[in-house]
């Protein structure tokens, strides 16, 4: 039996890879957003990782078999974190689920990327052309996973066939969809529409067809929303139940205040004391940075930005000199591999109590459950057999 969890009414950050990591997560709750989504985790690379918890500074990191981070998190972010896979297999998807439910409030499967990576792993949008694994993913996730789970796709060719995997997925039992408005189509799915690109307006008009023939779970519209007064005028067209944001998030991530948004360079300072507080790698933080200032590369500081090489540049550049001293001398900021994340003075994390036993023996008790549930089902067919013989 999964956890409550409303997404009912709620203003939510995106999934979107190598922005949201905890650094921009934190900063969006804290400047109003109600859910956070982690960017797609591929499930391999979780079930692979082990989980390690940093006493002193509450830092919890999950390290794979190349000893570098595959996902970082906080507790204080928990109960509104919802957690993106990336599968195309049901048990897989289980095995990640469970391995990171005790950090999370949610899962999400992401059925909606249309990147090359993911396509050809058959995850992502990939898997709208295959509803009935689709479907086996959710189902599995949902009766076993104990938490809430959603799903987050993307138009298809027309509003029908947008309807109906809609409905699919209501049945499996998840708590909500997520759809981005607009489509992906290519010679994957043997149709000759071009895909529609991030320039291309988005079609706001889908979400209403979509909430009149969805009624028992939350529709989370996605797309096009680049400024307040977005949100309010996209509730009142379609009547969806919350609204989630990615590109304008991406630009200036204080567009959850509802007071309105901040000026762009008092968002990059907080971003860049986030990140220093949970040590996020530098090449993560830069990147971040650089998305920020797209759409002001004539930014003097942006010039500077760009040829940095270290948080210790990046600080000087906007006068932080004195909280990255302190940063490192207290010990936040320590290498492992290529990595940066958040260590005690003593540069060890611990594991949590939580171990890799315990992890196991939740997977092998599911399997022993599948199994005894094949068993009598096996056992019905076999009575219905001789019945009508």
Known sequence: MSTTLDYRNKIILAPMVRIGTLPMRLLALEYGADLVYT???????????????????GIISYLDNKNSVAFTTHPIEKSKLIFQIGTADPDLALQAALKVKQDVAGIDVNC???KKFSIQGGM??????????????LINLVQNCGLPVTCKIRMLSTKEKTIEICKMIESTGVKAIAIHCRSFFTRYFQL????????DPGHWDIFNDIVENIKSIP???????FQRSDIIRLKELSNVSSIMIARA????VSIFRQEGTLPLEDV????IKKALEVGNSWPNTKYALMQMYA????????????????????????GLETFFEKANLTGRLAKIGKNLIKFDGSNKLENNKRNHTEYQSEVENIKIKKAKMSDEKNDQYSTTNINNI
Do not use: W
Not at 219 to 225: E, K, Q, R, S
């Open 124 to 137: 992502g949008a990939a898997l709208l052309s295959n509803p009935d694994k689709l479907k086996a993913i």
């Open 249 to 252: 998030a991406e630009d200036n």
């Open 219 to 225: 529709i989370i519209a996605n797309g096009d929303v």
């Open 192 to 199: 000759r529409t071009r895909d529609e690109r991030p320039k």
């Open 112 to 114: 909606g990327c249309p």
């Open 295 to 318: 759409l002001h590369s004539k930014e003097p500081k942006y010039k500077l930005l760009v040829h940095s090489k270290s948080y210790e540049e990046l600080c000087k550049i906007y």
């Open 39 to 57: 960017p797609e985790i591929v499930d391999k690379k979780m079930i692979v990782s082990e989980r390690q918890f940093d006493e002193k500074t």
């Open 268 to 271: 990059v300072i907080s971003y």
